[in-house]
Protein backbone atom coordinates (compact mmCIF):
# COMPACT_ATOMS: atom_id res chain seq x y z
CA UNK A 1 0.00 0.00 0.00
CA UNK A 2 2.30 2.28 0.80
CA UNK A 3 4.46 1.36 -2.50
CA UNK A 4 1.00 2.28 -4.27
CA UNK A 5 1.04 5.55 -2.23
CA UNK A 6 4.48 6.44 -3.15
CA UNK A 7 3.93 5.84 -7.27
CA UNK A 8 1.26 7.78 -7.23
CA UNK A 9 2.70 10.67 -5.61
CA UNK A 10 6.23 10.53 -7.57
CA UNK A 11 4.40 12.66 -10.79
CA UNK A 12 3.01 14.98 -8.55
CA UNK A 13 6.33 15.89 -6.74
CA UNK A 14 8.11 16.06 -9.92
CA UNK A 15 5.88 18.73 -11.26
CA UNK A 16 6.19 20.14 -7.87
CA UNK A 17 10.01 20.54 -8.50
CA UNK A 18 9.68 21.93 -11.88
CA UNK A 19 7.80 24.48 -10.91
CA UNK A 20 9.87 25.24 -8.11
CA UNK A 21 13.08 25.56 -10.22
CA UNK A 22 11.24 27.16 -13.17
CA UNK A 23 10.52 29.78 -10.65
CA UNK A 24 13.95 30.26 -9.53
CA UNK A 25 15.00 30.80 -13.59
CA UNK A 26 12.25 33.31 -13.74
CA UNK A 27 13.33 35.20 -10.23
CA UNK A 28 17.11 35.17 -11.89
CA UNK A 29 15.73 36.49 -15.00
CA UNK A 30 14.22 39.37 -13.43
CA UNK A 31 16.69 40.42 -11.08
CA UNK A 32 19.15 40.89 -13.69
CA UNK A 33 16.95 41.96 -16.09
CA UNK A 34 17.03 41.45 -20.07
CA UNK A 35 18.08 45.00 -20.97
CA UNK A 36 21.29 44.21 -18.93
CA UNK A 37 22.49 41.81 -21.58
CA UNK A 38 25.15 42.50 -23.58
CA UNK A 39 24.64 42.14 -27.30
CA UNK A 40 26.96 38.73 -28.85
CA UNK A 41 29.12 39.61 -32.03
CA UNK A 42 26.70 38.38 -33.93
CA UNK A 43 23.92 40.00 -32.54
CA UNK A 44 25.85 43.33 -32.53
CA UNK A 45 25.92 43.20 -36.40
CA UNK A 46 22.67 43.09 -37.07
CA UNK A 47 22.62 46.80 -35.76
CA UNK A 48 19.03 46.94 -34.04
CA UNK A 49 17.36 45.14 -36.92
CA UNK A 50 15.34 41.47 -36.99
CA UNK A 51 17.53 38.78 -37.51
CA UNK A 52 14.02 36.97 -38.93
CA UNK A 53 14.13 39.59 -41.88
CA UNK A 54 17.72 38.31 -42.87
CA UNK A 55 16.88 34.44 -42.46
CA UNK A 56 13.72 35.59 -44.76
CA UNK A 57 16.45 36.38 -47.31
CA UNK A 58 18.54 33.32 -47.71
CA UNK A 59 16.64 30.23 -46.44
CA UNK A 60 12.40 29.41 -46.58
CA UNK A 61 12.87 26.67 -43.48
CA UNK A 62 15.05 27.70 -40.66
CA UNK A 63 15.55 29.30 -37.32
CA UNK A 64 16.85 31.96 -35.57
CA UNK A 65 18.87 30.74 -32.16
CA UNK A 66 18.25 33.46 -29.44
CA UNK A 67 20.26 32.70 -26.71
CA UNK A 68 20.11 34.96 -23.20
CA UNK A 69 22.88 34.13 -21.00
CA UNK A 70 21.39 35.50 -17.25
CA UNK A 71 24.15 34.09 -15.47
CA UNK A 72 28.10 35.37 -14.77
CA UNK A 73 29.05 32.17 -16.15
CA UNK A 74 30.33 31.39 -19.93
CA UNK A 75 29.09 29.10 -22.61
CA UNK A 76 32.55 27.64 -24.49
CA UNK A 77 33.96 25.29 -26.62
CA UNK A 78 30.97 25.00 -28.92
CA UNK A 79 30.17 21.48 -30.58
CA UNK A 80 27.64 21.54 -33.60
CA UNK A 81 26.06 18.63 -35.01
CA UNK A 82 24.07 19.90 -38.45
CA UNK A 83 21.51 17.12 -39.35
CA UNK A 84 19.18 18.82 -42.27
CA UNK A 85 20.11 22.44 -44.00
CA UNK A 86 23.02 24.01 -43.29
CA UNK A 87 24.92 26.69 -41.39
CA UNK A 88 24.45 30.30 -41.96
CA UNK A 89 27.56 31.40 -43.92
CA UNK A 90 27.56 34.61 -41.79
CA UNK A 91 26.18 34.26 -38.61
CA UNK A 92 25.65 29.79 -38.45
CA UNK A 93 29.34 29.54 -36.75
CA UNK A 94 28.67 28.75 -32.86
CA UNK A 95 31.29 30.89 -30.70
CA UNK A 96 32.05 31.11 -26.93
CA UNK A 97 29.38 33.27 -25.08
CA UNK A 98 30.43 35.81 -22.28
CA UNK A 99 28.51 35.90 -18.82
CA UNK A 100 25.29 37.96 -19.04
CA UNK A 101 25.30 37.79 -23.01
CA UNK A 102 22.77 37.60 -25.68
CA UNK A 103 23.71 35.98 -28.90
CA UNK A 104 21.67 34.97 -31.98
CA UNK A 105 22.83 32.26 -34.74
CA UNK A 106 20.86 30.75 -37.37
CA UNK A 107 20.34 27.63 -38.93
CA UNK A 108 18.45 27.47 -42.57
CA UNK A 109 18.03 25.48 -45.82
CA UNK A 110 19.57 27.60 -48.25
CA UNK A 111 15.84 27.65 -50.07
CA UNK A 112 17.35 24.64 -51.66
CA UNK A 113 14.42 22.16 -52.63
CA UNK A 114 13.92 18.99 -50.07
CA UNK A 115 15.42 20.49 -47.58
CA UNK A 116 14.96 21.27 -44.12
CA UNK A 117 17.06 22.23 -41.01
CA UNK A 118 17.18 19.70 -37.54
CA UNK A 119 20.28 19.71 -35.63
CA UNK A 120 22.23 20.35 -32.36
CA UNK A 121 25.28 22.21 -30.74
CA UNK A 122 26.28 22.62 -27.02
CA UNK A 123 28.84 24.68 -25.23
CA UNK A 124 30.86 23.65 -22.03
CA UNK A 125 30.13 26.15 -18.48
CA UNK A 126 32.97 27.74 -17.17
CA UNK A 127 33.70 29.78 -15.18
CA UNK A 128 36.44 32.61 -15.09
CA UNK A 129 37.16 30.65 -18.18
CA UNK A 130 37.89 26.99 -16.66
CA UNK A 131 35.46 24.36 -16.37
CA UNK A 132 33.06 23.93 -13.69
CA UNK A 133 34.41 19.99 -12.50
CA UNK A 134 32.12 17.95 -10.82
CA UNK A 135 33.66 15.09 -8.17
CA UNK A 136 36.94 16.34 -10.21
CA UNK A 137 36.26 13.79 -13.21
CA UNK A 138 33.40 15.07 -15.15
CA UNK A 139 31.97 18.96 -16.51
CA UNK A 140 28.45 19.89 -17.36
CA UNK A 141 28.09 21.69 -20.94
CA UNK A 142 24.84 22.75 -21.93
CA UNK A 143 23.04 21.11 -24.86
CA UNK A 144 20.26 22.34 -27.61
CA UNK A 145 18.41 20.56 -30.30
CA UNK A 146 16.11 21.92 -32.80
CA UNK A 147 13.99 19.91 -35.56
CA UNK A 148 11.75 21.60 -38.09
CA UNK A 149 9.72 18.16 -39.33
CA UNK A 150 9.18 19.24 -43.05
CA UNK A 151 10.58 21.16 -45.76
CA UNK A 152 7.23 21.83 -47.10
CA UNK A 153 6.36 23.73 -44.12
CA UNK A 154 3.18 25.75 -43.26
CA UNK A 155 2.26 28.70 -40.86
CA UNK A 156 0.69 26.18 -38.45
CA UNK A 157 3.62 23.42 -38.23
CA UNK A 158 4.64 22.34 -34.99
CA UNK A 159 8.66 22.68 -34.16
CA UNK A 160 10.56 20.48 -31.80
CA UNK A 161 13.26 21.93 -30.00
CA UNK A 162 14.79 20.58 -26.49
CA UNK A 163 17.91 21.59 -23.67
CA UNK A 164 19.48 19.79 -21.12
CA UNK A 165 22.56 19.33 -19.45
CA UNK A 166 24.78 16.59 -19.74
CA UNK A 167 28.24 15.61 -17.65
CA UNK A 168 31.30 14.68 -20.05
CA UNK A 169 34.87 13.08 -18.65
CA UNK A 170 36.74 15.17 -20.56
CA UNK A 171 36.24 19.17 -21.33
CA UNK A 172 35.83 18.75 -24.69
CA UNK A 173 33.62 16.64 -27.06
CA UNK A 174 33.61 15.57 -30.60
CA UNK A 175 31.01 15.91 -33.31
CA UNK A 176 30.12 12.29 -33.52
CA UNK A 177 29.11 12.62 -29.28
CA UNK A 178 27.00 15.81 -30.83
CA UNK A 179 25.10 13.47 -32.79
CA UNK A 180 24.46 10.94 -30.57
CA UNK A 181 22.42 13.81 -28.36
CA UNK A 182 20.54 14.98 -31.61
CA UNK A 183 19.05 11.52 -31.45
CA UNK A 184 18.24 11.46 -27.58
CA UNK A 185 16.80 14.75 -27.53
CA UNK A 186 14.44 14.16 -30.30
CA UNK A 187 13.20 10.99 -29.07
CA UNK A 188 12.50 12.93 -25.33
CA UNK A 189 12.62 16.87 -25.87
CA UNK A 190 12.68 18.47 -23.08
CA UNK A 191 11.95 22.57 -23.00
CA UNK A 192 12.98 23.53 -19.25
CA UNK A 193 15.77 22.05 -17.60
CA UNK A 194 17.75 21.98 -14.55
CA UNK A 195 21.11 20.52 -12.99
CA UNK A 196 22.53 21.43 -9.63
CA UNK A 197 22.46 25.14 -9.89
CA UNK A 198 22.39 25.37 -13.22
CA UNK A 199 18.99 26.59 -15.19
CA UNK A 200 17.72 26.37 -18.90
CA UNK A 201 14.57 26.93 -20.79
CA UNK A 202 13.73 26.77 -24.47
CA UNK A 203 10.80 27.44 -26.82
CA UNK A 204 10.16 27.84 -30.71
CA UNK A 205 7.07 29.54 -32.52
CA UNK A 206 4.94 27.36 -35.15
CA UNK A 207 5.86 28.06 -39.06
CA UNK A 208 8.89 27.41 -41.50
CA UNK A 209 10.86 30.18 -40.27
CA UNK A 210 10.38 29.98 -36.37
CA UNK A 211 12.14 31.94 -33.98
CA UNK A 212 13.83 29.65 -30.79
CA UNK A 213 14.29 31.65 -27.51
CA UNK A 214 16.96 29.73 -24.92
CA UNK A 215 17.34 30.92 -21.74
CA UNK A 216 20.52 30.04 -19.13
CA UNK A 217 21.15 31.05 -15.81
CA UNK A 218 22.17 29.73 -12.49
CA UNK A 219 21.02 29.73 -9.10
CA UNK A 220 24.16 30.03 -7.19
CA UNK A 221 25.27 33.26 -6.00
CA UNK A 222 28.80 33.47 -7.08
CA UNK A 223 27.97 32.32 -10.28
CA UNK A 224 25.96 35.51 -11.05
CA UNK A 225 27.65 38.50 -12.58
CA UNK A 226 29.11 41.47 -10.67
Not at 34 to 48: A, H, I, N, V
Not at 126 to 138: A, C, H, L, R, Y
Not at 181 to 208: E, P, Q
Request: with cysteine; charged share 25%.
Amino acid sequence: MILINVLILLPHLSTIIATKTEESLEHVIAEVGRDKLSPGKYLEQFKGEDPKKYLATVGNVGIVLDIENYSGLQLEDPVIYVHAGYKDEKYGHPHNMGGTQQEVFLYHNKKRLQRRSAGSTSWMITKDGKPIWENESKVSRLHFMWDLPNYYCTPETNNTVSVGFHTHDKAKITEEQQTEYYDNHLKKARVFAHHNHFLARVNISRGCLPSVLLQFASSKKDHKSD
